[in-house]
Nanobody, 117 residues
Framework: QMQLVESGGGLVQPGESLTLSCVGS????????MGWYRQAPGKQRDLVAT???????TVADSVKGRFYISRDNAKNTVYLQMNELKSEDTALYYC???????????WGTGTQVTVSS
């Protein structure tokens, strides 16, 4: 199982941008599908975006055109660039990894994003 450490969360105003980072502990990071999920208080954890080993990307409709996921395998890092943030984007954001060979999953502990004026 890969350890994942998120960073970059914080308090921002509506319309501002924020970039989340997640660093993985495994040298085989490149074979993982990486992603971001988020969970608002009292709600289920929802998919935000994923990026496969080959770079295939999926993005939730709610953030399409505002959020962008990318990865740097040389740094074992996945990023989530979040633009035009809205109050409804407020949530705890979790980094996720799926080993494409073993199907084992890994989760970070989350980083809080709060969008408020």
């Amino acid at each position: 199982q890969m350890q994942l450490v998120e960073s970059g969360g914080g308090l921002v105003q509506p319309g501002e941008s924020l970039t989340l980072s997640c660093v993985g502990s495994k040298s085989i990071f490149s074979i993982y599908t990486m992603g971001w999920y988020r969970q608002a208080p009292g709600k289920q954890r929802d998919l935000v975006a994923t990026i496969g080993p080959g770079g295939y990307i999926t993005v939730a409709d709610s953030v399409k055109g505002r959020f962008y996921i990318s990865r740097d395998n040389a740094k074992n890092t996945v990023y989530l660039q979040m633009n035009e943030l809205k109050s409804e984007d407020t949530a705890l954001y979790y980094c996720y990894g799926l080993n494409s060979l073993t199907r084992a999953t890994s989760w970070g502990t989350g980083t809080q994003v709060t969008v408020s004026s």
